[in-house]
């Protein structure tokens, strides 16, 4: 498709700037001033407002269609979310203006923290940390802080090998080494093989709860018991708290640390590279470890202050604000019974589809799951195919693909979110759908190979996309696709 350069016609314009009159650029130090034209395309207002609807069209998104993509919480978020985001008293805000003049932003920030307090169960908690994974690398220096200080030198960090893939890349940049432990046919954390690995150079315990198979760790409170016996922390990924929401709270089921995806479980959507934001929420022992600033009461003002022992600064400012926004006008326009419903009907919607899906695709796991499950595309290899091309094909009828091949225990994964927002009729669909791709696998294998059909652009390749960066734009001048090179 042509690009803005492409459609540039000189002299068409689509606003004028005000006249640069009395503005003192020619102040500007010699070295930094423009040698030459900068080059922008030149185009009129509705050719631009056409061009840029026309490439949002092109995008799949949870707007446009179905989007069961597993571990990832791809569900509506309120648009009200987005407007009070937006609101300029907000939006407005420098981060370096006084105190005295920030107490509206302080005061939703404080609001924020008391209501996810009130959600997990902590003591206390930072709003700093842009996304799940920089929460997760704040608990383990946390973790490996507290351990400091109590003169104990523990550097290994137990996880199990149904874990995201971030969280042994955390603890390795905390300076800590991760040790595997495999999971047990039923697919939870096997207690045996924990008491082997536990010891007195254990630093922490890191679960997913429920777990990336959508099971929920039954015995955690065992778990929780023996790591700390062993005098190790237990750490939660919480990326999974859509199942969890006004039903348990990680803090009294024994977890001292937690990080949660403000951006999957509270109206903001997930992906696309941010922002995000993923507080960090510890038990009182850990208070004064927390990174970045928090914000207090003090003489009827609120104010900023950094924790006494704190891990330091993961990010400027206080993090995403916007976000925390987005989440807390979400977390009061829904409420406690609110926060209940999500989750019941979370993981009814999940477990409606696992079991309409029995029979078309593999099940590995038995049982009742929580808002997500792991189905299996290994029937497909008997027709020469994978679970890529039913992913692939499903892109033909308007529907996002799961998330493929992973957990890694499961041969041929597809994991299945269809989140609380999805309604009867749509997962019905997409269980046709889905029992029509695999007639298809049978009949005519070929349509499965060469999907996508009906997108903008067909099957790619997609290490070479991911490997070698192409831009096409007269601004950064010649390229060279081949080479997948952008010269200036």
């Known amino acids: 498709m042509s690009d803005l350069f492409m459609k540039s016609s000189t002299g068409r314009r689509a606003f004028r700037l005000p006249s640069s009159e009395g503005f003192a650029a020619h102040d500007l130090p010699e070295h930094i001033l423009r040698k030459k034209d900068a080059g922008l395309p030149e185009l009129d207002e509705l050719g631009i407002l056409r061009h840029f609807v026309d490439l949002s069209v092109k995008n799949h998104s949870i707007a446009r269609g179905f989007y069961p993509l597993g571990s990832c919480t791809m569900k509506y978020n309120p648009v009200l979310s987005e407007q009070l985001a937006a609101d300029p008293g907000f939006a407005g805000c420098h981060p370096a203006q006084e105190e005295e003049s920030l107490q509206g932003s302080l005061q939703m920030m404080k609001d924020l923290e008391e209501a996810l307090l009130e959600i997990t169960g902590f003591a ?16 383990m220096l946390m973790a490996r802080a507290w351990h400091e200080d109590r003169g104990e030198k523990r550097d290994k960090v137990l996880i199990p ?7 042994p890349a955390t603890v390795r940049m905390a300076g800590m080494n991760t040790i595997v432990i495999p999971s047990t046919e039923e697919g939870l954390v096997d207690l045996e093989a924990l008491d082997r690995e536990l010891g007195d150079d254990t630093a922490a315990v890191m679960l997913t709860n429920p777990n990336t198979l959508g099971l929920f760790e039954k015995d955690i409170r065992e778990i929780a018991d ?3 016996e062993a005098g190790a922390l237990l750490y939660m990924d919480g990326a999974n708290m859509n199942a969890l929401l006004g039903r348990v709270r990680p803090a009294d089921i024994g977890f001292d640390i ?22 960090v929420a510890v038990c009182e022992k850990l208070m004064d470890y927390l990174p970045g600033r928090r914000v207090r009461e ?12 704190s891990i330091g600064d993961l990010h400027s400012w206080y993090g995403n604000a916007g976000i925390c926004l987005r989440a807390l006008a979400y977390i ?22 696992q079991m309409k899906l029995r029979g078309i695709l593999d099940m590995p796991r038995e049982g009742l799951c929580m808002h997500e499950f792991v189905a299996s595309g290994s029937f497909l290899r008997k027709h020469d195919l994978r679970t890529l091309d039913l992913a692939k094909r499903l892109l033909d009828f ?14 041929e994964a597809l994991m299945i979110e269809p989140t609380e927002t999805e309604t009867l009729e749509t997962l019905d669909e997409f269980v046709r759908v889905i029992r029509q791709i695999a007639e298809e696998a049978r009949e005519n294998p070929e349509l499965l190979r060469e999907a996508p059909h009906e997108t903008p652009v067909g099957r790619l390749d997609e290490t070479r996309a991911a ?7 007269q601004a950064c001048g010649s390229r060279d696709p081949e080479a997948g090179e952008v010269s200036p």
């Open 467 to 473: 490997r070698h960066l192409c831009l096409v734009s």
């Open 161 to 167: 090998d149904s874990a995201h893939g971030t969280n």
């Open 226 to 228: 023996r790591v700390h």
């Open 332 to 353: 009061l326009r829904v409420g406690g019974d609110g926060m209940k419903d999500i989750s019941a009907a979370a993981v009814l919607n999940a477990n409606y589809l």
């Open 398 to 411: 308007g529907m996002h693909a799961p998330t493929i091949y992973f957990p890694l225990i499961v041969p």
């Open 298 to 309: 003090s003489e009827g003002r609120l104010e900023f202050f950094i924790p006494e022992k």
């Open 258 to 279: 937690l990080h949660l995806n403000l951006h999957k479980t509270f109206a903001t959507p997930h992906g696309g590279g941010g922002p995000g934001a993923g507080p």
């Open 124 to 139: 206390a908690l930072s709003l700093q940390p842009s996304a799940g994974a920089q929460g997760e690398f704040a608990g």
